[in-house]
């Protein structure tokens, strides 16, 4: 889960603000929005599974296929973000994907 903010409009809050900001959606909000979409997704699941219709996982050589394919969309995001101010726009990915791979972990 991201929650993204013009930087001209993040400039303007006081730092005071932002700090109390990022407190509440990098240590709450926005886990808690990523942990519900990810309860609701399965439940969906469920449900199209009980309907009879058939829910396949991607095997690993689709997945590394597919995140080959997936790198230079990648870098462009990552260098287009940079350019917009993220001071570190492929931790915000990484940091994704880690809390992506606990909750898959913790099934």
Do not use: C, N
């Not at 700090?19 to 199209?48: C, N, R, S, W």
């Not at 396949?56 to 997936?70: N, V």
């Amino acid at each position: 889960m991201m929650i993204g903010v013009r930087q001209e409009s993040w400039d303007r809050i006081s730092e005071a603000d932002r700090a109390a900001i990022d407190a509440i959606t990098i240590g709450k909000l926005g886990p808690a929005i990523g942990a519900a979409q990810y309860v609701k997704e399965h439940e969906a699941f469920d449900k199209l599974r009980a309907a009879g219709y058939r829910i396949d996982t991607a095997d690993a050589a689709f997945l590394a296929a597919l995140r080959e394919q997936a790198q230079p969309l990648e870098a462009d995001w990552v260098a287009r973000a940079r350019e917009k101010g993220l001071a570190d726009p492929a931790a915000i990915l990484d940091k994704l994907r880690d809390e992506i791979a606990a909750l898959e972990a913790a099934e």
